[in-house]
């Protein structure tokens, strides 16, 4: 038997909840078109109420999820500023309350591990 558009989505979404879950980001815009014709599939025939609720339901979490990947992303991304920022001087205050960058010397030699 056939399945119906929104279990199709249905499906989808149980896909890309285990995309997102697993870290394959570049993996979820292969998705994407697909999703997108079957939401528009779904909003034009009104699905029953067990599965409209369980599509809600599904969306959500799977909304929750991503900006939940955003959030750790901008803050990976904000660390790794920091890093460079550090790498490339030390800011500081001077008394009068202007920053100023003490440079690095170049004449250093850096240890790796």
Do not use: W
């Not at 870290?23 to 999703?35: F, H, I, N, Q």
């Not at 369980?54 to 909304?63: K, P």
């Not at 890093?83 to 240890?111: C, F, K, M, P, W």
């Amino acid at each position: 038997m056939r399945n119906t558009p929104a279990e199709d989505l249905l499906d989808l979404l149980a896909d890309e909840r285990k995309l997102i879950r697993s870290g394959d980001l570049m993996d979820l815009s292969e998705l994407a078109d697909r999703k997108a014709f079957l939401a528009q599939t779904v909003a034009a025939a009104i699905p029953p109420g067990p599965i409209a609720t369980q599509l809600d339901q599904a969306l959500q979490r799977n909304a929750r999820l991503l900006l939940a990947v955003c959030g750790g992303i901008r803050s990976a991304q904000a660390r790794l500023t920091a890093l460079n920022e550090v790498r490339n001087g030390l800011s500081l205050y001077t008394a009068a309350g202007e920053r100023q960058t003490v440079a690095r010397r170049s004449d250093i030699l850096e240890h790796k591990a």
